[in-house]
Every structure is written in structure tokens, then in C-alpha cells.
């Protein structure tokens, strides 16, 4: 678990990571016979967001830790927008002013379906969140069509482009920053792909955005406490 400052990078230290659901076209498309039915009736119009907190933070190369049940992760690997001017009510014009850079992320979740009520038990264990050192001078860089691909033990095992966001970054730095304020060292997730690929004790994982970076992290088993290292 992150104890000390989680440094993204000099003098820029991570506050507070918020992930966004339902921010991929396919994903809103297949759920959308749901959200037409009861308690809602309609699909969100606002963005879903949920926080993954200090004690999911890992850097790069961490080993992540999956409980015995179900003994699997989903990995929601995105792009974090790393806020280096507190965003407050920002237009989507001025909204990537507000971004010191970028960082490839490993959302691990544990796998479900709901997205009717905060995931805590599933998305914010221990470690379950790797961040990639902050890149910030990527000459030519196309954010909003990038791409992203997941390797499991060298095998491509996941696919997928920013292109079809329901909300671009701008959009979505805009609208968050509409009823809260994005804060120095915050970061802003994307949100998951459609599809994201499983990950099992033993499995080494490699998340590359072209044009960008990467992030590698590994799976093991979790061990419970009193257990042999």
C-alpha cells in the first residue's frame, strides 16, 4: 500500500485519481436496453465517476495481488489526464491548458457488471492501480485518436482506440470541472474500453499507447495474513 507522496513527477505529487464509467460508445450501445429500464429509464447524462484512492496507488513494475475468489482481474487500462493548473468550471476550449501531461494506467477491477453503485470492493483494493511515469513532452501526440493495446505474457491480448469516447478529453475535463474542481496533481481517467481483457496469478502485463508510453506491471497470488512468503 502507498504510504509515501506518489511522486508523478518532481515537485508534482499524486492527489487524487477519478475514474469515469460509461465514457465508451460500445459499452453505453450494449448496456443501453438497461438503462431503459427501472430505477433510471434513461442513460446518465452526467459523468459517472468513482475515486481510486491512496491505497490503490503502484507504480510501474508492481506486482498486483488477486484474492483467492474469483482469482482474476479485469484490466480497464486507460489514459490518466495529470491536471497541472487546478481546473474550475474550464471551457472544453481551455480545458487541456489545465493538463501537465499524461500517464498510462492499469484500472484493475475485479470482474463485474454494475454500474448502479460505487465498485469500492472491486476497483479500490490494494495496489489496484499501476501508473506509469508521467510523460509531458511527446511532440505530436493525437490524444483523441490514440490507441491502446494490452499484452499478456507477450501475447496481444486487447485492443483499442480513444476515438470513440462518449466525451473526448476536453469534453471531459470541461464537464467534471463543472460541479468540482480538479486540483493540482489530480488525475483524470478516461475510462475503460469495451471488452477489457482478464489478467490471473502468474501473468505479466504490458499496456503500450503508441506515441506515448507504457506500463508493465505483474499478477500474483494474494496472500493472506500468517501465510509463508
Given at each position: 500500500?502507498q504510504?509515501q507522496?506518489f511522486?508523478?513527477?518532481?515537485g508534482l505529487?499524486l492527489?487524487?485519481?477519478?475514474?469515469?464509467?460509461?465514457?465508451d460508445?460500445?459499452?453505453v450501445t450494449?448496456l443501453?436496453p438497461q438503462?431503459?429500464?427501472?430505477?433510471?429509464?434513461a442513460?446518465?447524462?452526467?459523468p459517472?465517476l468513482?475515486?481510486?484512492?491512496?491505497?490503490t496507488f503502484?507504480?510501474?513494475?508492481?506486482?498486483?495481488a488477486v484474492?483467492?475468489?474469483?482469482?482474476?482481474?479485469?484490466?480497464d487500462?486507460t489514459?490518466?489526464?495529470?491536471?497541472?493548473?487546478?481546473?474550475?468550471?474550464?471551457s472544453?476550449?481551455d480545458?487541456?491548458s489545465?493538463?501537465?501531461?499524461?500517464?498510462?494506467?492499469?484500472?484493475?477491477?475485479?470482474?463485474?457488471?454494475?454500474?448502479?453503485?460505487p465498485a469500492?470492493r472491486?476497483?479500490d483494493?490494494?495496489?489496484f492501480?499501476?501508473?506509469?511515469?508521467?510523460f509531458?513532452?511527446?511532440?505530436?501526440?493525437?490524444l483523441?485518436n490514440?490507441t491502446l493495446?494490452?499484452?499478456?505474457?507477450?501475447?496481444?491480448?486487447?485492443?483499442r482506440?480513444?476515438a470513440n469516447l462518449?466525451?473526448p478529453?476536453?469534453?471531459?475535463?470541461?464537464?467534471?470541472?463543472?460541479?468540482?474542481t480538479?486540483?493540482?496533481?489530480?488525475v483524470?481517467l478516461?475510462g475503460?474500453g469495451e471488452g477489457s481483457p482478464i489478467?490471473?496469478?502468474?501473468?505479466?502485463v504490458l499496456?503500450?499507447?503508441?506515441?506515448?508510453?507504457?506500463l508493465?506491471?505483474?499478477?500474483?497470488?494474494e496472500?493472506?495474513?500468517g501465510?509463508?512468503a
Amino acid at each position: 500500500m502507498q504510504t509515501q507522496p506518489f511522486l508523478l513527477a518532481d515537485g508534482l505529487a499524486l492527489a487524487t485519481v477519478y475514474g469515469v464509467l460509461l465514457n465508451d460508445r460500445a459499452t453505453v450501445t450494449r448496456l443501453s436496453p438497461q438503462f431503459d429500464s427501472a430505477p433510471y429509464k434513461a442513460a446518465p447524462k452526467a459523468p459517472v465517476l468513482y475515486i481510486k484512492p491512496r491505497n490503490t496507488f503502484a507504480a510501474a513494475d508492481a506486482a498486483v495481488a488477486v484474492p483467492a475468489e474469483p482469482g482474476e482481474v479485469r484490466l480497464d487500462a486507460t489514459i490518466g489526464l495529470v491536471i497541472g493548473k487546478s481546473a474550475t468550471r474550464v471551457s472544453a476550449d481551455d480545458a487541456l491548458s489545465h493538463v501537465a501531461g499524461f500517464v498510462v494506467v492499469s484500472d484493475v477491477t475485479l470482474p463485474h457488471e454494475n454500474y448502479y453503485r460505487p465498485a469500492i470492493r472491486q476497483r479500490d483494493r490494494d495496489g489496484f492501480c499501476p501508473i506509469s511515469r508521467l510523460f509531458n513532452d511527446e511532440a505530436g501526440f493525437d490524444l483523441d485518436n490514440a490507441t491502446l493495446s494490452i499484452l499478456i505474457n507477450g501475447e496481444r491480448a486487447y485492443e483499442r482506440s480513444f476515438a470513440n469516447l462518449v466525451r473526448p478529453a476536453s469534453q471531459l475535463i470541461a464537464d467534471v470541472s463543472e460541479f468540482m474542481t480538479l486540483a493540482v496533481g489530480d488525475v483524470l481517467l478516461l475510462g475503460p474500453g469495451e471488452g477489457s481483457p482478464i489478467a490471473r496469478p502468474g501473468d505479466s502485463v504490458l499496456i503500450k499507447v503508441p506515441g506515448l508510453g507504457e506500463l508493465k506491471h505483474t499478477v500474483v497470488q494474494e496472500k493472506l495474513q500468517g501465510e509463508q512468503a
